[in-house]
Antibody, heavy 120, light 107 residues
Framework: EVQLVESGGGVVRPGGSLRLSCAAS????????MAWVRQPPGKGLEWVSS????????GYADSMKGRFTISRDDAKNSLYLQMKSLRVEDTALYYC?????????????WGQGTLVTVSS | EIVMTQSPATLSVSPGERATLSCRAS??????LAWYRQKPGQAPRLLIY???TRATGIPARFSGGGSGTQFSLTISSLQSEDSAVYYC?????????FGQGTKLEIK
């Protein structure tokens, strides 16, 4: 059974930093790309960043470029998101998702999310 | 950035009937289109990928169609458990975007 478990969320001041982690199990982790998707309270889904299976290709949403860094540790079956210069508008539930590929790219498994609150 | 626009924002349908949700892309995404369902307090769940292929475990009453810029998700024989928000999502050149969602209510 595929499982994705996020951790590392919390309350942080504007301008602060936070590192999210995602522990993956139930599949061959280094065969898959991974992603972060966020959802502000009461709002829709927003893609944050993705990394391919070997870490050689990375993408970010425009509003996260230069502030967020995605990485993976295949030895630990883990995905990370380093966030800096956080803004109030970064407040959201951050989901870790596995990237599936077949007739296009999509997110086939999701974690339950970790909540990040940016507030003074 | 490719903008995805879903309609209607809210749809109210009776049990046993059929619901059709629409998603339009601001430019062609070929068949790189997925649909998700999100129930309150839960993570999204993949329903359809490649515009028309059902994900594992998704029943046949869910069907997707379209290509290019116009897509649809049809749910037949509606059940109370189908009450949720449905999102479309596209992929193009290492960028993903979601639609704003359609809230489906079962009367």
């Amino acid at each position: 059974e595929v499982q994705l478990v996020e951790s590392g969320g919390g309350v942080v001041r504007p301008g602060g930093s936070l590192r999210l982690s995602c522990a993956a199990s139930g599949f061959t982790y280094d065969d898959y790309g991974m992603a972060w998707v966020r959802q502000p309270p009461g709002k829709g889904l927003e893609w944050v960043s993705s990394i391919n299976w070997d870490g050689s290709s990375i993408g970010y949403a425009d509003s996260m470029k230069g502030r967020f860094t995605i990485s993976r540790d295949d030895a630990k079956n883990s995905l990370y998101l380093q966030m800096k210069s956080l803004r109030v508008e970064d407040t959201a539930l951050y989901y870790c998702a596995r990237v599936g590929y077949d007739y296009g790219y999509y997110f086939d498994y999701w974690g339950q999310g970790t909540l990040v609150t940016v507030s003074s | 950035e490719i903008v995805m626009t879903q309609s209607p924002a809210t749809l109210s349908v009776s049990p046993g009937e059929r619901a059709t949700l629409s998603c339009r892309a601001s430019q062609s995404v070929s068949s790189n289109l997925a649909w998700y369902r999100q129930k309150p307090g839960q993570a999204p769940r993949l329903l359809i990928y490649g515009a028309s292929t059902r994900a594992t475990g998704i029943p046949a009453r869910f069907s997707g169609g379209g290509s290019g810029t116009q897509f649809s998700l049809t749910i037949s024989s509606l059940q109370s458990e189908d009450s949720a928000v449905y999102y479309c999502q596209q992929y193009n050149n290492w960028q993903y975007t979601f639609g704003q969602g359609t809230k489906l209510e079962i009367k």
